[in-house]
């Protein structure tokens, strides 16, 4: 995986490499059909190509960075660890779109959910772990919009931790690069 995402990065920075410039200019066919994009440099941040990276957009499944990067805080901060058994609201077995297909009553392991996250976008497994880190999913989402606020991102609100539409639910390219940024400070996210 670490190896998929570190070639995706280079085929993306493949014309600033090629310049050899300190960034890519807008002018470059990047991102050509994108309503917004941003590339960063991961350790610092810096921005090596933007296009309209601030524009509030809807966030879809990229919400559940936020959800992984709580979740994740919440495993290094001994919160929760991933042996821990998760039993399965009935709200989290209600979730459309991608899932897991998890059953009300049923148990998972912390670990195993976050493979449901992470690798088929479960919106029951990121509730079912929304769910048991603040008790209720409308307090995780508080928990997302204050650490929203912590990081700087002001383009961005949350209405729920799965991505699914919402009216008032939305970021930006640039405020969910820094999201990914964060998120990778977690080496566990990689496994």
Do not use: W
């Not at 088929?120 to 209720?136: H, K, P, R």
């Amino acid at each position: 995986m670490k190896k998929l995402i570190i070639f995706l990065l280079l085929l993306l920075c493949m014309p600033y490499v090629i310049k050899g410039a300190d960034t890519v200019s807008n002018e470059t066919a990047l991102a050509e059909n994108a309503k917004s994009a941003i590339l960063i440099e991961q350790s610092t941040g810096k921005v090596i190509f933007e296009k309209n990276s601030h524009e509030k957009i809807p966030p879809a499944s990229m919400t559940k960075m936020m959800s992984l990067l709580l979740i994740m805080e919440s495993i290094d901060n001994g919160k929760i660890k991933l042996s821990d058994k998760v039993v399965v609201s009935k709200n989290a077995s209600s979730m459309g779109g991608s899932q897991i297909l998890l059953e009300e009553g049923e148990e998972m392991s912390v670990d195993d959910l976050l493979k449901g996250i992470s690798i088929a976008s479960g919106n029951d497994a990121v509730v079912a772990l929304a769910e048991y880190i603040a008790g209720t999913e409308d307090n995780f989402v508080k928990l997302m919009n204050s650490k929203a606020r912590e990081l700087g991102l002001n383009d961005t609100k949350f209405e729920n931790c799965h991505g699914l539409d919402s009216e008032n639910h939305y970021s930006s390219a640039y405020d969910m690069a820094v999201i990914a940024k964060e998120l990778l400070n977690h080496k566990k996210i990689l496994e």
